[in-house]
């Protein structure tokens, strides 16, 4: 019997540590069933409390990987396929879509369209929709936008039942593809368009993300137009200036700031070998503002007209996924609640510094500081190579690498290539 | 028990992973009947029954062999009592166009049948002015005989029945209500499309004067399929179509239509087709029908147990699996049957019918499914994993989304 993506994906260590090259275990995950990686590419696999995991994975590679987990071999013409009157609902139409990315449409999508995962978080986080329903299982959600029941399927193809007219349609599917942006998983190298605007994805800092650049892709099956142009990261807050969306984009940089300096008290604590509960109701308060970001993340991917601009939207929930890596290192950490050894401690200390400096100089477009981060993390990094091999207190180190690494990744943002 | 992990070896498709839950729709073509099928593209291309050179006669002789490998499927009396036809509906409208109707005929149907045993019955009404009696299932789609005593009268002509149904895979009482027709001298046609693929035939010990079926249902190529027609009814039933190959003899005047079945097979015919379908009843004999559909049995039982253990899942039709063969339909709360179907597909790669499968009057009316139904259909190439993973899937689906 062949196995399923999420059946592959759940014996990974799940801890995003980007240490095989890869800012998610989901990339990993997908490469390791194409053939583009090996399980041994990950470092986590081979500490002993992952041991079955390993095994088990080995087997169940060995066994076969169900086809839809390796991405469909598509060629079929994307935008609305179908619209026909409601049978149940008179007066109303039911319309079907197929979202396609890149102007080839989906014609070799070797890793799929949507990430499963990525599906049900983004549009949850969005706080959009109604009666919101979502199966990471299956790669399927269901959600109501003014009455209309909307089901969505990882392969892109989305249903609309009880739309006023085939307009309504598409207008409704254009709100959902939006929100869906940072959940298409790039044909080329695995990641999703959320890991590119995270900086966690290595394969497009010289070019323009093809997520990113493609748009997220029109129920019409429209090809943009635009003429592609581009400019870095840095100007991002430049541009948001002259966008309506200007005020959510500002309230979300605004909890992401808060959720930082939280971060950097937390740190500060676990270096003193504080564990209260305070840190663990600080942790909490950083959740909630990384949820606000992403809602305020989401509005402008959603509101922004012109879709090139619409990337900020995406830049700073990317940034905030990394905020969110972050804190699930430092969460560790609390919960480990161990002090740390001398040399864990120093560790933590670059590590800290690295993710701070890391936001400060995206913040303030700083290029030198960028750079500044970008060499303290190759020397972070020999440094924690080294002492992972021998240390035995693997799990915090690794905690301690995804503060660097997260730090590293928005660092990076910097001179990553937008559309204009 | 087949053997069915041997045999999947000959349905290549299956290697890519997929679990192929429709064949009520149509099945899959094994490598042995796609063979045949190029041996005649590749080693006697040619037409039948006109020439006398050698790949014209070897190809005359292997079409005719497919009558042949047929006929004996259902054994029926003689190979002239096989026409090929493309399909089932083609089948059920060569008898409604080959009666001489007068008005005041009467046709009985039920409402269990497909469309295509159903419309062509009313069309009748508008044309001939035939009258059209419709026997009602039970909320389970069970036909009770004792209905058909009440509904065929001495001025019925034909009684038009299925002998399973499509959505619900009811074997209905095709000798009983045969015997009633005939008591009052009418005659029988049985859609055989849901049975003649999947459980074993015998036209004389059903009593049916017709009997159609199609071969893409039965591991044959689409576009080829059969009528029997009773021996008796063979000169009287005007054929669908005529021209070349159907005549004995022209002139200015008249003409001679040949014996069956030439007489109703106009025109160059599907020839590598009825070659496949011949191949594949021979694959089916091979396997044996009295296997496969205790097997294919044992699926839709483990489906339809599965299912309705899950909250919230709508199965329909009979729980005793003894009136049944392969087929569940069912719905899943009040989900889109389409959106189910396409979870199945798009999650785990299982391929189900969605709608109202053809049977609209069945689904709507007597089923009470207003948006359709989802069905799921068993072959001999099927397994109790992909059973299981078809149940798994509706399980997590039901329990993410009602």
């Given at each position: 019997m062949t196995h399923t993506f999420n059946e592959i994906y759940d014996l990974f260590p799940k801890l995003d540590c980007g240490l095989c090259g890869n800012p998610s275990c989901r990339t990993m995950a997908r490469k390791v069933i194409t053939?583009?990686?090996?399980?041994?590419?990950?470092?986590?696999?081979?500490?002993?409390?992952?041991?079955?995991?390993?095994?088990?994975?080995?087997?169940?590679?060995?066994?076969?990987?169900?086809?839809?987990?390796?991405?469909?071999?598509?060629?079929?013409?994307?935008?609305?396929?179908?619209?026909?009157?409601?049978?149940?609902?008179?007066g109303k139409v039911m319309a079907e879509a197929k979202l396609a990315s890149g102007p080839e449409g989906s014609v070799n999508l070797k890793f799929g369209f949507y990430d499963p995962i990525m599906l049900c978080w983004a549009l949850e986080v969005s706080g959009l929709f109604k009666d919101f329903k979502c199966s990471t299982n299956l790669g399927v959600a269901?959600?109501?936008?003014?009455?209309?029941?909307?089901?969505?399927?990882?392969?892109?193809?989305?249903?609309?039942?009880?739309?006023?007219?085939?307009?309504?349609?598409?207008?409704?599917?254009?709100?959902?593809?939006?929100?869906?942006?940072?959940?298409?998983?790039?044909?080329?190298?695995?990641?999703?368009?959320?890991?590119?605007?995270?900086?966690?994805?290595?394969?497009?800092?010289?070019?323009?993300?093809?997520?990113?650049?493609?748009?997220p892709p029109d129920p019409t099956g429209r090809e943009r137009s635009e003429s592609m142009s581009q400019t870095t990261a840095q100007t991002i807050f430049e541009r948001v200036k002259a966008l309506p969306?200007?005020?959510?984009?500002?309230?979300?940089?605004?909890?992401?700031?808060?959720?930082?300096?939280?971060?950097?008290?937390?740190?500060?604590?676990?270096?003193?070998?504080?564990?209260?509960?305070?840190?663990?109701?600080s942790l909490q308060n950083i959740q909630g503002l990384l949820e606000k970001a992403n809602q305020r993340a989401v509005r402008v991917v959603v509101e922004t007209p012109a879709i090139q601009d619409a990337t900020?939207?995406?830049?700073?929930?990317?940034?905030?996924?990394?905020?969110?890596?972050?804190?699930?290192?430092?969460?560790?950490?609390?919960?480990?609640?161990?002090?740390?050894?001398?040399?864990?401690?120093?560790?933590?200390?670059?590590?800290?510094?690295?993710?701070?400096?890391?936001?400060?100089?995206?913040?303030?477009?700083?290029?030198?500081?960028?750079?500044?981060?970008?060499?303290?993390?190759?020397?972070?990094?020999?440094?924690?190579?080294?002492?992972?091999?021998?240390?035995?207190e693997k799990e915090v180190l690794v905690a301690v690498e995804k503060l660097a690494v997260n730090g590293f990744y928005i660092a990076r943002l910097l001179n990553k290539p937008l559309p204009t | 028990m087949p053997d069915v992990a041997k045999l999947r070896k000959d349905f290549p498709i299956l290697e890519s992973g997929i679990v192929y839950l429709d064949n009520a729709a149509s099945s899959l073509t094994p490598e042995p009947v796609l063979m045949k099928m190029m041996e005649f593209y590749r080693d006697y291309r040619a037409n039948v029954e006109?020439?006398?050179?050698?790949?014209?006669?070897?190809?005359?002789?292997?079409?005719?062999?497919?009558?042949?490998?047929?006929?004996?499927?259902i054994h029926a009396k003689s190979d002239a009592e096989v026409v090929m036809t493309r399909n089932t509906t083609e089948g059920i409208n060569l008898v409604a166009n080959g009666i001489d109707w007068r008005k005041g005929d009467r046709v009985v149907t039920t409402l269990l049948e497909h469309h295509s045993n159903f419309i062509v019955w009313l069309r009748l009404r508008k044309r001939f002015g035939v009258e059209v009696d419709i026997v009602r299932p039970s909320s389970e789609g069970i036909l009770d005989v004792n209905t058909f005593e009440k509904a065929i009268t001495d001025k019925t002509r034909l009684v038009a029945i299925t002998h399973v149904s499509n959505v619900l895979g009811t074997v209905t009482p095709i000798q009983e209500v045969a015997e009633i027709t005939h008591r009052h001298g009418a005659r029988?046609?049985?859609?055989?499309?849901?049975?003649?693929?999947?459980?074993?035939?015998?036209?004389?010990?059903?009593?049916?004067?017709?009997?159609?079926?199609?071969?893409?249902?039965?591991?044959?190529?689409?576009?080829?399929?059969?009528?029997?027609?009773?021996?008796?009814?063979?000169?009287?039933?005007?054929?669908?179509?005529?021209?070349?190959?159907?005549?004995?003899?022209?002139?200015?005047?008249?003409?001679?239509?040949?014996?069956?079945?030439?007489?109703?097979?106009?025109?160059?015919?599907?020839?590598?087709?009825?070659?496949?379908?011949?191949?594949?009843?021979?694959?089916?004999?091979?396997?044996?029908?009295?296997?496969?559909?205790?097997?294919?049995?044992?699926?839709?039982?483990?489906?339809?147990?599965?299912?309705?253990?899950?909250?919230?899942?709508?199965?329909?039709?009979?729980?005793?699996?003894?009136?049944?063969?392969?087929?569940?339909?069912?719905?899943?709360?009040?989900?889109?049957?389409?959106?189910?179907?396409?979870?199945?597909?798009?999650?785990?790669?299982?391929?189900?019918?969605?709608?109202?499968?053809?049977?609209?009057?069945?689904?709507?009316?007597?089923?009470?499914a207003r948006g359709g139904c989802v069905r799921a259909s068993t072959y001999l190439y099927n397994t109790m994993e992909e059973v299981d993973r078809l149940n798994g899937m509706v399980e997590e689906i039901a329990g993410a989304f009602i």
């Open positions: 053939g583009d990686a090996k399980v041994e590419g990950c470092v986590n696999l081979k500490r002993p409390e992952f041991q079955e995991n390993l095994t088990h994975l080995r087997t169940v590679l060995a066994e076969g990987v169900e086809i839809g987990a390796k991405g469909v071999v598509v060629v079929e013409e994307a935008g609305i396929t179908y619209v026909h009157p409601c049978i149940s609902e008179a269901k959600l109501n936008i003014d009455g209309k029941t909307v089901m969505v399927f990882k392969d892109g193809r989305v249903n609309v039942r009880a739309a006023k007219d085939k307009q309504d349609a598409i207008e409704t599917i254009r709100l959902v593809s939006r929100s869906l942006w940072g959940a298409i998983i790039c044909s080329c190298c695995g990641n999703v368009g959320i890991d590119c605007a995270s900086g966690g994805c290595a394969d497009c800092l010289s070019k323009i993300c093809p997520v990113l650049g493609g748009g969306t200007r005020l959510q984009f500002e309230a979300g940089v605004e909890s992401l700031d808060t959720a930082m300096k939280t971060l950097q008290d937390l740190g500060e604590s676990i270096l003193l070998g504080k564990f209260q509960d305070k840190e663990r109701k900020v939207g995406l830049i700073l929930a990317g940034v905030a996924l990394d905020i969110s890596r972050m804190t699930e290192g430092i969460k560790t950490l609390v919960k480990l609640g161990v002090p740390l050894t001398p040399k864990s401690c120093s560790l933590l200390r670059q590590a800290l510094s690295i993710a701070l400096d890391g936001y400060k100089a995206f913040r303030s477009a700083d290029e030198g500081l960028g750079r500044a981060v970008l060499d303290n993390y190759q020397m972070f990094k020999n440094a924690w190579g080294g002492a992972f091999k021998e240390s035995s | 006109r020439g006398i050179h050698r790949l014209s006669q070897r190809a005359s002789g292997e079409y005719e062999a497919a009558h042949g490998k047929v006929a004996e499927f029988i046609l049985v859609d055989g499309a849901q049975s003649v693929p999947h459980i074993p035939i015998d036209v004389r010990n059903l009593d049916c004067d017709f009997l159609a079926f199609s071969g893409h249902k039965m591991l044959a190529p689409t576009g080829i399929g059969c009528l029997y027609i009773r021996e008796e009814y063979l000169n009287e039933t005007e054929p669908l179509t005529i021209g070349g190959g159907t005549i004995e003899e022209v002139t200015e005047e008249h003409y001679t239509l040949a014996p069956s079945p030439r007489r109703f097979e106009a025109g160059t015919p599907a020839i590598a087709e009825a070659i496949g379908l011949g191949a594949a009843v021979e694959y089916l004999k091979g396997v044996g029908l009295e296997a496969t559909a205790e097997h294919e049995k044992s699926l839709a039982t483990r489906i339809f147990q599965g299912l309705e253990a899950i909250k919230g899942v709508k199965v329909y039709g009979p729980t005793d699996f003894s009136l049944r063969t392969g087929i569940v339909s069912f719905n899943v709360g009040e989900l889109n049957p389409h959106d189910v179907a396409l979870a199945l597909d798009v999650s785990g790669s299982v391929m189900v019918r969605s709608g109202f499968h053809c049977a609209m009057p069945l689904v709507k009316e007597v089923l009470g």
